[in-house]
């Protein structure tokens, strides 16, 4: 693949495309005529005065220098970057959707229809009996989940001050586990790369409130032995709660539920493919099973009994009878809700179940092509291979040159230099064949050139060490500098 | 379920080239792929049937018209305003729209840079240094203002204050965020839709971590006593977050003239009325740097030494720190930010203050009209208020509501004989249609 990506400078070179600030900026001071009194207000506002042809430029260029799916493979492990059909976007823009959250349940039915639809569409895809669909990101819905599987052991009198996280697991796991005040456990993988049921076993206590665990993991390995860890977290009195950042590997093969969880967390930015937006917003509506129902986020959406309706059944908004209360001030990423609920509905079952398997099956195809060292497998939705020798964040600059986004690099650590690579199921055999090359020409490249990398992206290296020890976060702190 | 089966749209594979490839990693068939136990493979049906796009947008689009049609008069902390054509067709170019987080910043300028000048408009409006580049709403971005409270605090002290006034959601969704913590959450009075400010002073101590206020207050009322609630919190040594929106903010005091330490809000603008979904604002004094929640974008330079964008101080978020990261946020709103700065870069600084003097006068002039209908009183204070003021009602103010629902009007409904009425420029041309319909339901 032949690649440059665009490069905008100033009129000297000097540097990328000035900051909206550099263009034209204008300080605005209180006027006579404004109609609060001058003890309330402040005396002037100072921000960016651009034309609409010069913004329009403006953000098209800086769109230029910019990366997404659309512009080329992306496959950044654990992260599901899969091609985002069009006509959601042409669904989310509906002004019929566009409401506001306090409007009264009798007068958004259709709002209520869609989520109550799509509560019912998750639970079957996930084995669960009830989803709540509010929180607006996949770590608000582990925090969710976590505050759910609290409530229920209170519930029970029976605190308990412990959650049990895989090494391997996403760092968001620790830091929600932590957010709802439980003290985390860290459990080693084994040398398989999967759980270790002896550590598992010593892990646990009376004390485990729940095992967050993501299966396949993130190694992309399927956790074979996911009845025994049910069964062992289940005799402790303890939860099974599933991270849904991998679920597009198991569509229709494997349901969380069946597994033995107890409470999952759905990315359906991830699996569901609505856009990520360069890093939001998402969505992670969490699942249940039957005995955690009560406890779920308020409000819910359900069903209104009233046999002589007319126009159909009608839904309403209710609070669960010992809900752990709010996670978003009202009911989260709408928008973002309704894409995947379209997403669903345009594949169904025999769609969502070729997802997954065209998905494990580029996984697999790809980890067979490339000439880095792949331990562990088989693989499911990703793989882990080793630069080695190499340094794996190098390397990754180096494939930026190639015309392809690095998979995640060094993580997980039980692979050294870790390339976390997750082509999902839209890339086609060519694109794949384009991939291998690219990893491949960087595999047999020196140090030297690794470092150099990369080149024809829009800026070169950038220094971060810089960045982090003199941070500079605004215009205002660069003209302070000047 | 092979691909001559009605598989995934959006999978590019032909039979061919299936079979090619599962020669190629050398299995049978897609399913020998799955490493998967017996036991707990699903053989079942979802029961999902597979839809045309066109046959998903009708369906979509009939369920949406079973909305009511009404014009919406209410506010409350989520406000209409309108948003301008450019924000729609330059956010949604792919290179944004099918992006992801920028951890490759030489690939990810454009959004970095882009975030960059969000975070600067934030500095600007609140007067603070330090910005994040978004959080998920008002809601969760209160919460994390009360972690990073317990986290920087001098005392010992565990107290939160809030506003009585507080959004049943945003108070919820605090209570939730320091449920880890030891930290509790207790209410001061308003009088007159402001902070009671005597009643607050015999409240305060040094067990106060935090002290929360917003302006305007939920019920659009100007906090006339911001200097002197800033104060107060410096003299118990108490964090002072300060809850407001960027149209707000471009008239109203600057929260760092007034001694906040933390500013958080909804956005309000880049968005139309999503059903809630907003964008989180945080920002702060530059003391908290390292106790920022969420994604932070830097400037840098790169090789040839020209200015470069990346985000930044990463060891503080959870894919470093895990459980002691400063918070669990990954995945935030950074797509809503980029069309809040387009936003605000469209309105430019005369347009977003002349937008919120303009709100000023509909909701004066409003106030007015509706005050000379009989059986109401408008506003119900005398504050000085911004977009929306409560109506008193002789008659339930529930039924009234329901009545104006009949209309085709929404407004909110706060007790027994008071309503909520909220004016910006997406409803001020139909002020009129309200008035005429209250003075049909009012009487």
């Given amino acids: 693949m032949i690649f440059d990506q665009a490069r905008w400078t100033d009129d000297d070179g000097e540097r990328y495309e000035p900051l909206l600030s550099e263009k034209r900026s204008r300080e605005v001071e209180r006027d006579d005529d404004d109609p609060?009194?001058?003890?309330?207000?402040?005396?002037?506002?100072?921000?960016?005065?651009?034309?609409?042809?010069?913004?329009?430029?403006?953000?098209?260029?800086?769109?230029?220098?910019?990366?997404?799916?659309?512009?080329?493979?992306?496959?950044?492990?654990?992260?599901?970057?899969?091609?985002?059909?069009?006509?959601?976007?042409?669904?989310?823009?509906?002004?019929?959707?566009?409401?506001?959250?306090?409007?009264?349940?009798?007068?958004?039915?259709?709002?209520?229809?869609?989520?109550?639809?799509?509560?019912?569409?998750?639970?079957?895809?996930?084995?669960?009996?009830?989803?709540?669909?509010?929180?607006?990101?996949?770590?608000?819905?582990?925090?969710?989940?976590?505050?759910?599987?609290?409530?229920?052991?209170?519930?029970?009198?029976?605190?308990?001050?412990?959650?049990?996280?895989?090494?391997?697991?996403?760092?968001?796991?620790?830091?929600?586990?932590?957010?709802?005040?439980?003290?985390?456990?860290?459990?080693?993988?084994?040398d398989d790369g999967r759980v270790d049921l002896d550590a598992l076993e010593a892990a646990l206590t009376e004390e485990t409130a729940a095992l967050m665990l993501t299966n396949p993991n993130t190694l992309g390995l399927f956790e074979r032995d996911i009845e025994r860890v049910a069964e062992l977290v289940h005799d402790v009195g303890g939860l099974l709660y599933y991270d849904g950042a991998n679920l597009n590997a198991l569509l229709g093969r494997v349901r969380p539920g069946d597994m033995g969880f107890d409470v999952m967390h759905y990315n359906v930015h991830k699996t569901f493919a609505t856009p990520h937006g360069g890093g939001g917003p998402g969505a992670g509506?969490?699942?249940?099973?039957?005995?955690?129902?009560?406890?779920?986020?308020?409000?819910?959406?359900?069903?209104?009994?009233?046999?002589?309706?007319?126009?159909?059944?009608?839904?309403?908004?209710?609070?669960?009878?010992?809900?752990?209360?709010?996670?978003?001030?009202?009911?989260?990423?709408?928008?973002?809700?309704?894409?995947?609920?379209?997403?669903?509905?345009?594949?169904?079952?025999?769609?969502?179940?070729?997802?997954?398997?065209?998905?494990?099956?580029?996984?697999?195809?790809?980890?067979?092509?490339?000439?880095?060292?792949?331990?562990?497998?088989?693989?499911?939705?990703?793989?882990?291979?080793?630069?080695?020798?190499?340094?794996a964040a190098d390397a990754a600059k180096r494939m930026l040159d190639y015309g392809v986004h690095p998979p995640t690099t060094k993580w997980p650590e039980i692979v050294g230099e870790a390339l976390m690579t997750e082509p999902t199921e839209v890339e086609s055999q060519r694109t794949l064949d384009q991939l291998a090359d690219a990893f491949n020409a960087v595999h047999a490249e020196d140090d030297e050139t690794l470092e150099a990398a990369p080149e024809r992206t829009a800026a070169r290296r950038i220094d971060q060490v810089t960045a982090a020890r003199e941070p500079r976060l605004s215009w205002q702190a660069l003209d302070r500098e000047e | 379920m092979s691909s001559d089966d009605r598989g995934s749209p959006f999978a590019p594979h032909t039979a061919d080239e299936t079979a090619a490839m599962l020669d190629a990693v050398g299995v049978a068939d897609e399913e020998a792929l799955f490493d998967v136990p017996d036991a707990v493979r699903f053989d079942g049906e979802f029961g999902i049937e597979p839809r045309s796009e066109r046959a998903v947008r009708e369906e979509v689009g009939e369920m949406l018209a079973r909305n009511d049609e009404v014009t919406e008069f209410l506010g409350r902390g989520h406000y209409a305003h309108y948003v301008p054509s450019l924000v729609g067709h330059l956010s949604d170019r792919s290179e944004f729209l099918t992006s992801y987080t920028q951890y490759q910043p030489e690939v990810a300028q454009g959004f970095l840079q882009a975030l960059f000048e969000y975070q600067s408009m934030l500095v600007e409006l609140t007067g603070l240094p330090?910005?994040?580049?978004?959080?998920?709403?008002?809601?969760?971005?209160?919460?994390?203002?009360?972690?990073?409270?317990?986290?920087?605090?001098?005392?010992?002290?565990?107290?939160?204050?809030?506003?009585?006034?507080?959004?049943?959601?945003?108070?919820?969704?605090?209570?939730?965020?320091?449920?880890?913590?030891?930290?509790?959450?207790?209410?001061?009075?308003?009088?007159?839709?402001?902070?009671?400010?005597?009643?607050?002073?015999?409240?305060?101590?040094?067990?106060?971590?935090?002290?929360?206020?917003?302006?305007?207050?939920?019920?659009?009322?100007?906090?006339?006593?911001?200097?002197?609630?800033?104060?107060?919190?410096?003299?118990?040594?108490?964090?002072?977050?300060?809850?407001?929106?960027?149209?707000?903010?471009?008239?109203?005091?600057?929260?760092?003239?007034?001694?906040?330490?933390?500013?958080?809000?909804?956005?309000?603008?880049?968005?139309?009325?999503?059903?809630?979904?907003?964008?989180?604002?945080?920002?702060?004094?530059?003391?908290?740097?390292?106790?920022?929640?969420?994604?932070?974008?830097?400037?840098?330079?790169?090789?040839?030494?020209?200015?470069?964008?990346?985000?930044?101080?990463?060891?503080?978020?959870?894919?470093?720190?895990?459980?002691?990261?400063?918070?669990?946020?990954?995945?935030?709103?950074?797509?809503?930010?980029?069309?809040?700065?387009?936003?605000?870069?469209?309105?430019?600084?005369?347009?977003?203050?002349e937008l919120a003097n303009d709100c000023v006068r509909y909701a004066r002039d409003l106030a007015a009209d509706l005050d000379a209908v009989d059986g109401l009183h408008a506003p119900v204070h005398d504050r000085h208020y911004l977009r929306e003021f409560p109506v008193r009602t002789d008659q339930p103010a529930g039924a009234v509501a329901a009545d104006l629902r009949d209309e085709g009007f929404a407004v909110h409904t706060l007790d027994d004989h008071l309503l909520q009425v909220c004016v910006t420029d997406a409803n001020a041309d139909a002020t009129d249609d309200l008035v005429a319909a209250f003075q049909e339901v009012a009487r």
């Fill in chain 1, 36 to 190: 609060l009194p001058d003890d309330l207000t402040r005396d002037s506002l100072e921000l960016p005065d651009a034309s609409e042809p010069e913004l329009a430029r403006h953000y098209t260029r800086l769109s230029e220098m910019n990366y997404g799916v659309e512009s080329g493979p992306f496959p950044l492990g654990s992260c599901t970057m899969k091609y985002n059909p069009k006509f959601t976007e042409d669904i989310a823009a509906d002004p019929a959707g566009h409401v506001h959250p306090d409007r009264p349940d009798e007068s958004v039915q259709g709002v209520l229809e869609l989520q109550y639809r799509l509560q019912d569409y998750l639970g079957r895809i996930g084995g669960m009996d009830a989803v709540t669909l509010q929180p607006p990101a996949g770590a608000a819905g582990e925090f969710a989940g976590i505050l759910v599987a609290k409530a229920y052991h209170e519930s029970r009198d029976d605190e308990r001050s412990e959650v049990v996280i895989p090494d391997s697991a996403h760092g968001t796991n620790f830091a929600s586990a932590a957010m709802a005040g439980y003290d985390v456990v860290n459990l080693p993988s084994g």
């Fill in chain 1, 285 to 391: 509506p969490v699942g249940v099973v039957e005995e955690l129902r009560e406890f779920l986020p308020d409000p819910h959406v359900r069903t209104v009994d009233d046999g002589d309706a007319e126009g159909g059944t009608r839904y309403e908004t209710y609070t669960p009878a010992q809900s752990v209360g709010k996670v978003h001030g009202y009911q989260g990423n709408w928008l973002v809700l309704e894409k995947a609920y379209a997403y669903i509905a345009r594949l169904g079952d025999t769609g969502l179940a070729d997802a997954s398997a065209k998905a494990v099956l580029n996984a697999n195809y790809l980890a067979e092509q490339v000439a880095y060292e792949t331990p562990f497998g088989p693989f499911h939705h990703e793989f882990v291979a080793s630069a080695g020798e190499q340094d």
């Fill in chain 2, 130 to 353: 330090v910005a994040n580049c978004s959080m998920y709403d008002a809601a969760t971005a209160l919460g994390e203002a009360a972690t990073l409270a317990s986290r920087v605090r001098q005392t010992t002290g565990t107290r939160v204050l809030v506003p009585e006034h507080l959004l049943h959601g945003r108070r919820e969704v605090l209570e939730n965020y320091v449920a880890g913590s030891d930290l509790t959450v207790e209410s001061y009075p308003m009088a007159d839709g402001n902070a009671d400010l005597d009643a607050l002073g015999a409240q305060m101590d040094d067990e106060v971590v935090m002290l929360y206020a917003e302006n305007p207050t939920v019920r659009g009322c100007i906090e006339e006593s911001l200097a002197d609630l800033g104060t107060l919190a410096d003299e118990h040594e108490t964090l002072f977050t300060l809850g407001s929106d960027p149209v707000a903010l471009s008239v109203l005091e600057e929260p760092a003239s007034v001694g906040a330490d933390v500013v958080v809000g909804d956005c309000s603008l880049g968005l139309p009325s999503a059903y809630g979904m907003g964008l989180g604002l945080f920002a702060c004094r530059e003391e908290f740097l390292r106790q920022v929640p969420g994604r932070l974008v830097g400037a840098s330079e790169d090789d040839t030494g020209r200015r470069a964008y990346t985000l930044t101080l990463q060891t503080r978020e959870q894919h470093i720190r895990r459980e002691r990261a400063t918070s669990n946020i990954c995945t935030n709103q950074a797509w809503v930010a980029l069309r809040a700065a387009m936003h605000v870069a469209s309105l430019g600084p005369d347009g977003l203050r």
